[in-house]
């Protein structure tokens, strides 16, 4: 039996964002394009479910959403950051 854990959703958009710390996706530390990028590839993955999604958007963006679907989540942190934040 193997030992290997499935990564949190913010710890790999941290990863993405190249960022130190979780706490840094909500700074100017990070990199958005490799943060959407990622946060679009895993949208379409059935790793992550949709509060855990919304959990993600909430602490990044310090906004509450209620999204359909994960894919709706990826693309409000995409038009969240084209937007300048």
């Not at 959703?9 to 979780?22: F, G, P, S, V």
């Not at 590839?41 to 509450?64: F, H, M, N, P, R």
Request: net charge negative.
């Amino acid at each position: 039996m193997g030992n290997h854990q499935k990564k949190e959703l913010l710890e790999e958009l941290r990863k993405a964002a190249h960022c130190d710390c979780i706490s840094d996706l909500r700074g100017p530390e990070r990199s958005v394009a490799h943060l959407v990028k990622r946060a679009e590839e895993l949208s379409k993955t059935g790793d992550y479910a949709l509060k855990e999604w919304t959990d993600a958007v909430q602490y990044i963006t310090g906004c509450s959403w209620n999204f359909h679907d994960k894919e709706e989540a990826a693309g409000y942190l995409k038009s969240f950051f084209s937007c300048g934040s």
